[in-house]
């Protein structure tokens, strides 16, 4: 039975064209065998090809092929898209109804607005990676290429790039096109963003108090402002630290003191969904509401309409630690991981200051 498409699967049942394990030229017969069994038949009018130049004028003439119908197109990474947005620009403008799958995010030029795009995870094997396009309006075409060269390589530069290797095929057979076009559009299409809510009343008020706060005087040196909340007055540390940040021009990180002792804080969050905060990221709000850390949206809303930058995740490098008055009386938990306040400022290697 025929595999799904990716591995999450798109579809209840749909052909596997993702590129064998064995990543030589001779995969794509086996494509070619997986092909057959779906249409059971061999496929019609099918030709595999090998050189980059030939591919290109296979691409060039679907493109034209497919003015005012139909085409979906893989550019492998969204920069490759920005080389072609005068020739999609001018497919558009006659009338061609055109979807683009990639690697990154939908280039910003305004030319682009019209455009069906659809954002791609990394992959090296999976068809809607590759250079790949398909029409079945006006007329039934279809081109396939997977990159096949070193992993490492694969979407950087041009056909023509030193190292490049590639192997498709090119086909008008109906069948080929029909699931080709199935695979493709089958790549889930871009959640629009709901707009945020409102500024809760808590937010209204933190924002005119960090205006009117006056930051304390603390010799810092380069680096964020890294604010411990997540305890009982967290309020005083959160409008000291974005005072202090506020007259700097520092950037606010804020660490949930459910998780002491400066450490990765939400580690237990990062999973593979790509939403989730990550080692090399940090989190806003929408994050924030989205895992339940009501204290944090405020804390984040109110700094990002104050005008600061902030994030919550565990920094690299701070300036400051500023942390809530009962601080100063760590408990005997808090001393035996190292919390107290005269081994702080040693073990951060950064100014800690107590809010009063």
Known sequence: MPLPLFKGGYAEHMMDWTYPETNDEAGIFEIGRRLAIELGRAPDVTRFIYDSREMLLATREIER????????TGFQTSSKLEHEIARYEALMAAGTRITV???????????????DYRELQHSTRELPNQWVLASD???QLAFVSYEIGDPALFGVGGAATAGKRFVGFVSDDPGVVALLITA???????????????PSPTTISLIADINNMAAPDVQAGPGAVVIAVGRNDDRRAFLTGAAIAKRDGRSIVLVDR??????DP????RGDDVNRPSPNRLFNEDIARREGRGL???????ARLAGLEAGGWFPVKAGVFVLPPEAAKPGLAERLRGMALDKLTAQLGAPVLVAQ
């Open 65 to 72: 092929g497919a003015k005012g119908g139909r085409l979906l």
């Open 266 to 269: 939400y580690m237990d969050l």
């Open 137 to 139: 309006d006006p007329d």
């Open 184 to 198: 493709l559009d089958g790549v889930p299409r871009p959640i629009p963003k709901a707009a945020p809510p409102p």
């Open 296 to 302: 944090l949206v405020n804390f984040l809303e109110a």
């Open 101 to 115: 799958l990639a690697t990154g995010a939908k280039p910003s030029d305004p030319r682009l607005e019209p455009l």
């Open 258 to 263: 459910s998780s002491e002792g400066f450490t």
